[in-house]
Nanobody
Framework: DVQLQASGGGLVQPGGSLRLSCVASGFTFGDFAMSWVRHIPGRDFELVAQINSGGEDTKLQDFVKGRFTVSRDNTKNTLYLQMNDLKVDDTAKYYC??????????????WGQGTLVTVSS
């Protein structure tokens, strides 16, 4: 079974940093593009960052550009989201997701359970 186990969330002050990790199992991680999606209560899910299977092609949404970085280590079956200069508006549950192919233009087909990030003073 495909499993995506996200971790690294927590409580951080505005301006602080966190690094989220997502450990994948049950499939050949290096063959699939991945993304981070977040959900703010009362709002729609928001795509945050995407990365292709090899890791050389990434895309960040405008609201996190310059603050967040997405990366992956295919030898460790792990996806990362480095979040710097966090803002209160970044408070959300963050999910790692898998696409059905090696490009993030393919369909998203699996979701992890999410990790909660709370930015508050």
């Amino acid at each position: 079974d495909v499993q995506l186990q996200a971790s690294g969330g927590g409580l951080v002050q505005p301006g602080g940093s966190l690094r989220l990790s997502c450990v994948a199992s049950g499939f050949t991680f290096g063959d699939f593009a991945m993304s981070w999606v977040r959900h703010i209560p009362g709002r729609d899910f928001e795509l945050v960052a995407q990365i292709n299977s090899g890791g050389e092609d990434t895309k960040l949404q405008d609201f996190v550009k310059g603050r967040f970085t997405v990366s992956r280590d295919n030898t460790k079956n792990t996806l990362y989201l480095q979040m710097n200069d966090l803002k209160v508006d970044d408070t959300a549950k963050y999910y790692c997701t898998r696409y059905s192919g090696n490009s993030y233009y393919s369909l998203r087909d699996h979701w992890g359970q999410g990790t909660l990030v709370t930015v508050s003073s």
